[in-house]
């Protein structure tokens, strides 16, 4: 009688357990390369589904690194896979024959949108190679899948560098979330709302009136402060719908599940009386539906702290199944016939202290103590002999006891059943709690935006199609939440479109660049930015390199990776990019980076593009004189009674001193050995001639 | 009467489902600080548990980064907790008062051997607070523990930037194992080995003794390949047994783990027959126990494939228990009646195809088709209607039926109570169980620095007390895997004792580095090495500066970083130490960024100690003429027709040329750009004089 589940496979990718899962998505991925690269993903787990086109596998590797798929299908024959394994733990060749697309075209038929869109045949078969997979792992049952199309040129660019060194969303200390940007911005009170605002970062857009759009909603959410309150109140009760969804579509869910769902959509009940101004606010409330009669018929069915698994039971509600009800009845009626057979056998035996008792190996028995365990009716089986007692049973106990189990086993299979018809009940009307869900979660993220801009004073940024970033009192939003931060401004305009910033460690350079790129970014996803002022023209792609990632066991030296990227920024910019470099060629002899610092700043000043250039070559200051769109900037470092200080305040020209030395023994370098550098700085070691090579 | 366990909190250092673990060690870690710190361990899956002290917080962080703790205790008024959080998930903090003394000692006298060890006071707060931990999350019984003080002055010193630098057990690519030196040398057969080999290259030994006493287990082992094949097959059969005896222990084990131990005691006692010559390896299998009459108790009990959980049943053999035996035979009796009945109640109806059958919700029925539902005695009670069939029971069927289920029930419990008895009985060894698992451990390892000098051609090092490193012809362990690999020599001794490695990028200056460093380290947990020749004065600790690992985000710049690593290392070196430096000074000015490169090069040669230096500057070279330990060395780069190679071999004298734009021609940078950086290069741009401050 023992029943078994099919077990299935778990992947890392076709998790949908939630105990196995954190509240981020979990995304499968399929690769497919022809003349373009289509990457699909879905994360099953919440029934998000996106498929998109990159012109190459460096550009698909800027995909994977953004959305951190947890499993990856490629084509046998695809050949670059080195780098790719690099950042998914799972990568899986399937056969190639698997991209098939008669089999792909089969599959997606179930997606409802899909004759809709308009999907090139690379973009077909990684769609239909993830979802076949999906299907084969999960024994699924066809939840209601919607497929998104993403357009690369919707959506700003940022490459892989640019992503890790802006600490978008892992910082560089542990590859953890703290002193993210993510993690300054996320005041979301939902796990739908987490990782929408995660999807926002992953593609800030391009559209001036969308991100107008939302900068509205942000600024209305702001100023109604009291009402944010109420609604984040609000949002906070609603849970994991689209998890609990895809659960239930899979046949996952447990009866706490439905208990969430029920209570969730109560949450989106009250939502959408809110009343708003702004037209984004205003769609996204009318369209909330919070489907009162499943709620209904969730509360009628089952009880409201149901235990975590059917098998349990005592899920189900007395008085919603007749049938049920009367087999707990008669359950009751055998338990209570049992205890009245208790008084009934201490009169007939005429012992006070008989007792009818249960252990689980030898079941229901009549305990006697020993010294009056004699002269019993005949009936009186003996079960057992304990020290002081003798235990016993007698026909009718046994009889009983045998009706007990069977009506326990009967209840818990039709527990079981009923639970099954309203999960089903539920599932036809998935695609409605999807786009509830969809509502909510975009609610929750403009709310966090919304309180950030009031936690942090950030303002509304002008975005426009212009050229210019200016931004008066800047602040680096991570940085500014851990340290007294020094506000600082910057202006890239046509004449000042490449800015050379000198200055010693230390002094905030670093800081500084990533700053103006973390601030256009926030602009462009529709948020507010940590500045007292700022105009953003839309930014088409930002490019970095800042910090230093080595990748030496791979047999290229920091030199070289360097210089690759560069070569990458260089064919890849336009002249709406904004470009980071720092100290570009410091790590090959000095004659030679100063060359190429200095050949790589003209050629960005004649593709037109936006450039900050931290340096400690103080030769390129000159230039500013030579290149019209070129201007110098520093850091510096006051030096008091022997203390230094930074200012940290950007200032035009150039600043000769690194200070070196003296950081040097700021760090606690032995005394001995900062005298002595200080003595051969101003010797004719450094400063004389280089001997010839000996061998 | 549905039973529910007690639940416990699960917390990450204190699981032991197999399920949840990886087959590396889980530490659960305290911290207790006073005038030393102490720090214990404790891994509750295998049972293994240790201390140890070191000076500061520092020192502690070094520890913690070796062993990758889970989960780590603090006192509450512990204030150094940011460094600790970058390393470890779960920090918890405790209060101050559960480091207690009384308690701790409470908890610890039920550790075997802890009256035999001298403990300091910060120790036994430290041991306590775990056991203590451990004890409430895993509602213990007691398992048998034994605690180990590791002693620092005994194991090399390895700092945290060097065991992250040298990739010892994870790389600097992705964090991951791949291309690392545990990766390569690990062809360890049970999960035990590999433990243990990790903790090896954890801590490499000092004393001479005990690496040539592994040394030459390792060469009796390589020399009888056949004797290694059969017995590292024999190994295989070896369950992770420290796990498994761990959980019978915790009271989670399940019976497949029981049939699992009894599999493994086997393979230990085929491995006992094993002869050997040298004393480590006489020792080892000398000591092994393989209990056979443990063995034969489970084989007895307990079925060849049982499931994985005892109360699916069928876990205890026919003929084992008496009861058992009956209440199974009980069950049959009535299941065989019903088969009978059917018979009967044909022919008393007259019906040929009335059947009976059984579902989950109605339990059992008599099936008769509709046409002849009719005329049936009066016993038949209706209890469903089909399309074509009435579904009936009669009193007789009922009855049976409840009795199969009260059987079945009871089954199940006395199954569980034998289990449950088996079990302790096993536990009452665990001792010994340990014992040998700790020796196959030390003999898989043993086996698989055999497999590796056999599979990569590695040399017996000749270790001993000089101060001397002699390798010829030596290799990087993890890169020769992977490419091509042209090996080097190395000599330091008193009169070369500071290399100074010149030479343009990517010509494996750092790859150099790094090899001296690991074949010491391998040297010195007694492996052999890749080299065709080495000796290997013993080192006390290995000291890198290599690559860069950027910490702006906590307001230090990379150049603070660094001075801070080198701060840390001329304060920690003696003249026992190697110390490996990578371009030290090149993130600051140029001239400074020299000037502490020489004075540091100066302090360690005062010092004694053996120095690796790879630079950029040219300038260094003077150095070998003015310190009587310095040389130079260099590396170079071939150009024949416009096509540049790397002949990776290290030469004496040093090397002018960086060949930085002809890497960054070979980096795919636009032409026009490489072009103009040679006509800047031999321009007054870069050779000129660098103007003055402009504000």
Request: charged letters at 35%; one cysteine or more.
């Amino acid at each position: 009688l023992v029943r078994r589940e099919v077990v299935r496979v778990i992947t890392p990718g076709t998790v949908v357990e939630e105990e196995l899962l954190t509240t981020e998505s979990n995304y499968l991925m399929a690769l497919f390369k022809r003349e373009k690269v289509a990457l699909a993903f879905l994360d099953v787990s919440t029934g998000e589904f996106f498929v998109t086109s990159v012109k190459n596998v460096d550009e698909a590797i800027c995909e994977v690194l953004k959305y951190s798929p947890v499993e990856c299908l490629i084509p046998e024959s695809f050949e670059e896979v080195e780098e790719l394994e690099k950042l998914v733990k799972n990568v899986r060749r399937i056969e190639d024959e698997q991209f098939n697309l008669k089999r792909s075209l089969e599959v997606l038929k179930d997606v409802a949108n899909f004759q809709a869109l308009e999907l090139s045949e690379e973009e077909i078969l990684a769609c239909g190679a993830v979802l076949n997979y999906a299907k084969n792992s999960l024994l699924f049952s066809k939840p209601a899948l919607k497929l998104q199309k993403l357009e690369r040129s919707e959506y700003m660019v940022l490459d892989s560098t640019t992503i890790k060194n802006l600490e978008i969303f892992r910082n560089l200390v542990d590859g953890g979330r703290r002193g993210t940007l993510l993690d300054v911005i996320d005041k979301t009170v939902t796990a739908m709302g987490s990782r929408l605002l995660k999807k926002w970062l992953q593609r800030p857009l391009l559209d001036v009136t969308e991100i107008e759009r939302r900068l509205d909603a942000v600024e209305e959410l702001k100023e109604k402060s009291f009402v944010r309150r109420v609604l984040r109140e609000t949002l906070e009760d609603v849970y994991d719908l689209e998890r609990i969804i895809t659960r239930l579509e899979l046949g996952k869910a447990n009866p706490k599940d439905l208990v969430a769902l029920k209570n969730s959509l109560k949450a989106v009940g009250k939502i959408k009386k809110f009343d708003f101004q702004s037209k984004k606010l205003r769609d996204l409330v009318y369209g909330m539906n919070p489907m009162e009669e499943l709620c209904s018929l969730i509360e009628k069915a089952i009880v409201e702290d149901p235990p975590a698994n059917v098998k349990d039971g005592g899920v189900i509600r007395e008085g919603f199944d007749e049938e049920l009800d009367e087999l707990r009845k008669a359950k009751k009626e055998q338990e209570e016939f049992i205890k009245r057979l208790e008084e009934r056998e201490r009169k007939r035996t005429g012992i006070d202290n008989l007792r009818v008792g249960y252990n689980n190996v030898f079941g229901y028995y009549i305990e006697i103590p020993k010294s009056k365990a004699k002269n019993l009716p005949r009936y009186y089986i003996r079960k057992q002999t304990l020290v002081n007692a003798e235990r016993f049973t007698i026909p009718e106990l046994k009889d009983r006891e045998e009706k007990i189990l069977a009506y326990e086993e009967r209840i818990r299979i039709l527990e079981q059943e009923i639970f099954e018809r309203i999960r089903r009940e539920v599932v036809r009307h998935a695609e409605k709690v999807k786009d509830s869900a969809e509502r909510v979660a975009e609610l929750d993220v403009l709310c966090s935006l919304a309180e950030v801009a009031t936690l942090y004073n950030y303002t509304r940024p002008k975005v426009n199609e212009g050229f210019d970033i200016i931004i008066r009192d800047g602040r680096h939003p991570a940085v500014e939440t851990t340290t007294k931060f020094v506000p600082n401004d910057v202006n890239l305009t046509e004449n000042s479109r490449i800015l050379i910033i000198t200055g010693p460690n230390m002094a905030g350079k670093s800081t500084y660049l990533r700053q103006v790129a973390l601030i256009t970014i926030l602009a462009q996803i529709g948020s507010f930015v940590p500045a007292s002022y700022a105009v953003v023209g839309i930014v088409d792609k930002i490019f970095t390199r800042i910090g230093l990632v080595d990748d030496i066991t791979r047999g290229r030296s920091t030199f070289m990776v360097e210089m690759l990227e560069i070569g990458r920024i260089l064919n890849n910019a336009t002249k709406r990019s904004l470009i980071l470099l720092d100290e570009v060629g410091k790590s090959t002899g000095t004659k030679e980076g100063l060359s190429l610092a200095w050949a790589i700043i003209e050629y960005l000043h004649e593709l037109g593009a936006k450039v900050l250039f931290a340096t400690h070559y103080h030769e390129l200051s000159k230039l500013e004189n030579e290149l019209a769109g070129v201007k110098n900037y520093h850091f510096r470092l006051k030096e008091e009674n022997g203390k230094v200080e930074f200012d940290r305040k950007i200032r035009r020209g150039f600043s000769k001193e690194s200070y070196g030395i003296k950081i040097a023994e700021m760090a606690n370098l032995p005394k001995r050995v900062v005298e002595r550098a200080y003595e051969i700085l101003n010797s004719e070691n450094v400063n004389g001639e280089v001997p010839e090579i000996v061998e």
